[in-house]
């Protein structure tokens, strides 16, 4: 059938093998070659060599790999656009008060209390080197592996291979694939141990190997940075991550806040950082009538409305932006922050999440993209709602006449359409 419709005469065999990667393709859907994976793996030779990567140990590693489709974040070619993004993080494709569920914060906060006691001598030195609260540390523990009881289901150097291959961040994971392969040589962990998320990250605190070489320590003197074994280790990497990047001793991540009537959701964000006595003056107050620290009231702070004008409010600190480059999205950090105040015997929340669906991924990419067209939105067409796109929703709103709520609503969608369609 093959050689019929090329017009080519092939021999037995090879048309054998042209016909089962048409049977294949019709029956997978569009499938990328197995020669063009190891043609860029052959590729990535140059690269780990000038890394120090020896051919023995790319040889090794990267044998009988082959790429994992099924993992989130991938750009496969012919897939349906509304598919293609309908897989991402957790983080933004439940609403707000999915992931901040209350019951699992709860579990979380009641664990980490009890490690707080097995682990208090060596969590109180952490915090002593490091300025960081050890209920933060903590946090994250309990955020990225449920304190060490998630199991880590994926080969790493698959998923790192997979991302650097068919990922939409190809260069970023390019690089921790590399790193990786460099961490397997020198014999920090073994391969089978080298277990990690969809994203290829490692260990108890979840650290791509980037990190590693970066932020890791050897907290407990053994010689080892073990991140995989070691929890006093792991706790202090977490620690000296969050040094590295800018954590101010001694200063909240944040609070919830109640807003005055009629408050402008389009000052939400980092852009809209000010004192925090002028958010005070513009009649923003704690919640359950708590009162701002006088002594830190020159300290600059943002708002962050995750569900618009709708849900609970938050005025946060520079140390949130920190817990934010651990992993970048606001509900991450708002959990992170959360978790720590509620290890603390602290940090319910005031009011209710009221929104119980978003829209599709592939809704908000089309959103962002009409917003994109008319000039209110200029950050990276993701799908992924965050401060930038609901300024944008909101500012879109003013100039149209309509309810300000900065929420990607279906309303707001149906209107864009609309005003599209009438070439406005």
Same mark, same amino acid.
């Given at each position: 059938? &093959?050689?019929?419709l090329?017009?080519?005469?092939?021999?037995?065999g &090879?048309?054998f093998?042209a016909?089962?990667? &048409?049977?294949?393709?019709i029956?997978?859907?569009?499938?990328?070659?197995?020669?063009s994976?190891?043609?860029?793996?052959?590729g990535?030779?140059?690269?780990?060599?000038?890394?120090?990567?020896?051919?023995?140990?790319?040889?090794r590693?990267?044998?009988?790999?082959?790429?994992?489709?099924?993992?989130?974040?991938?750009l496969?070619p012919?897939?349906d656009?509304?598919?293609?993004?309908d897989?991402g993080?957790?983080?933004?494709?439940?609403?707000?008060?999915?992931y901040?569920?209350?019951s699992?914060?709860?579990?979380?906060?009641a664990?980490g209390r009890?490690?707080d006691? %097995?682990?208090?001598?060596?969590?109180?030195?952490?915090?002593?080197?490091?300025?960081?609260p050890?209920?933060?540390?903590?946090?994250?523990?309990?955020?990225?592996?449920?304190?060490?009881?998630?199991?880590?289901?994926?080969?790493?150097?698959?998923?790192?291979?997979?991302q650097?291959?068919?990922?939409?961040r190809?260069?970023?994971?390019r690089?921790e694939?590399?790193?990786?392969? $460099?961490?397997?040589?020198e014999?920090?962990?073994?391969?089978? $141990?080298?277990?990690?998320?969809?994203?290829?990250?490692?260990?108890?605190?979840?650290?791509?190997?980037?990190?590693?070489?970066?932020?890791?320590v050897?907290f407990?003197?053994?010689?080892?940075?073990?991140?995989?074994?070691?929890?006093?280790?792991?706790?202090?990497?977490?620690a000296?991550q969050?040094?590295?990047?800018?954590?101010?001793?001694?200063?909240?991540?944040?609070?919830? &806040?109640?807003?005055?009537?009629?408050?402008?959701?389009?000052?939400?964000?980092?852009?809209?950082?000010?004192?925090?006595k002028?958010?005070?003056a513009?009649?923003?107050?704690?919640?359950?009538?708590?009162?701002?620290?006088?002594?830190?009231?020159?300290d600059?702070?943002?708002?962050?409305?995750?569900?618009?004008?709708?849900?609970?409010?938050?005025?946060?600190?520079?140390?949130?932006?920190?817990? %934010?480059?651990?992993?970048?999205?606001?509900?991450?950090?708002?959990?992170?922050g959360?978790?720590?105040?509620?290890?603390?015997?602290?940090g319910?929340?005031?009011?209710?999440?009221?929104?119980n669906r978003?829209?599709r991924?592939?809704?908000?990419?089309?959103?962002?993209?009409?917003?994109?067209?008319?000039?209110?939105?200029?950050?990276?067409?993701?799908? $992924?709602?965050?401060?930038?796109?609901?300024?944008?929703?909101?500012?879109?709103?003013?100039?149209?006449?309509?309810?300000?709520?900065?929420?990607?609503?279906?309303?707001?969608l149906k209107?864009?359409r609309?005003?599209?369609? $009438?070439g406005q």
């Amino acid at each position: 059938m &093959v050689a019929r419709l090329c017009g080519i005469k092939l021999s037995a065999g &090879v048309q054998f093998v042209a016909a089962l990667a &048409v049977f294949v393709s019709i029956s997978s859907g569009p499938l990328l070659a197995l020669e063009s994976f190891a043609a860029w793996r052959a590729g990535l030779w140059p690269d780990a060599q000038a890394m120090g990567i020896t051919r023995a140990t790319f040889d090794r590693e990267l044998k009988g790999v082959t790429p994992n489709r099924s993992l989130p974040d991938l750009l496969l070619p012919g897939a349906d656009k509304k598919k293609r993004h309908d897989k991402g993080q957790a983080e933004f494709i439940k609403t707000p008060g999915q992931y901040l569920k209350g019951s699992q914060l709860k579990f979380l906060a009641a664990r980490g209390r009890k490690l707080d006691v %097995k682990w208090r001598k060596e969590l109180v030195a952490i915090e002593r080197e490091y300025g960081v609260p050890r209920s933060m540390i903590l946090a994250i523990f309990g955020r990225e592996t449920a304190y060490g009881s998630y199991q880590l289901r994926r080969d790493a150097i698959r998923a790192l291979a997979t991302q650097a291959y068919l990922g939409r961040r190809a260069d970023f994971f390019r690089n921790e694939l590399l790193l990786a392969l $460099k961490i397997l040589q020198e014999g920090h962990v073994s391969r089978r $141990k080298m277990r990690s998320s969809w994203a290829g990250a490692l260990g108890l605190t979840q650290f791509m190997p980037s990190d590693f070489y970066k932020h890791a320590v050897d907290f407990d003197g053994d010689g080892r940075r073990d991140l995989w074994n070691s929890v006093p280790d792991a706790l202090a990497s977490a620690a000296q991550q969050f040094v590295n990047n800018g954590w101010q001793r001694g200063r909240r991540w944040g609070d919830e &806040v109640r807003l005055p009537k009629n408050f402008d959701c389009t000052l939400e964000g980092p852009n809209h950082m000010r004192p925090i006595k002028e958010w005070h003056a513009l009649g923003l107050r704690l919640s359950f009538g708590k009162k701002f620290d006088p002594a830190g009231t020159d300290d600059p702070a943002y708002v962050l409305l995750p569900e618009g004008i709708y849900g609970p409010a938050f005025l946060l600190s520079h140390n949130f932006l920190v817990i %934010k480059k651990y992993n970048f999205a606001d509900l991450y950090a708002l959990f992170v922050g959360n978790l720590a105040d509620r290890i603390e015997g602290k940090g319910k929340i005031e009011r209710s999440w009221v929104k119980n669906r978003l829209l599709r991924t592939w809704q908000i990419v089309e959103m962002q993209e009409r917003l994109a067209a008319l000039g209110l939105y200029g950050d990276k067409i993701d799908g $992924k709602v965050g401060t930038i796109t609901r300024n944008a929703i909101g500012n879109y709103q003013k100039s149209n006449g309509l309810r300000i709520d900065c929420w990607p609503g279906n309303a707001v969608l149906k209107h864009m359409r609309k005003q599209a369609a $009438k070439g406005q």
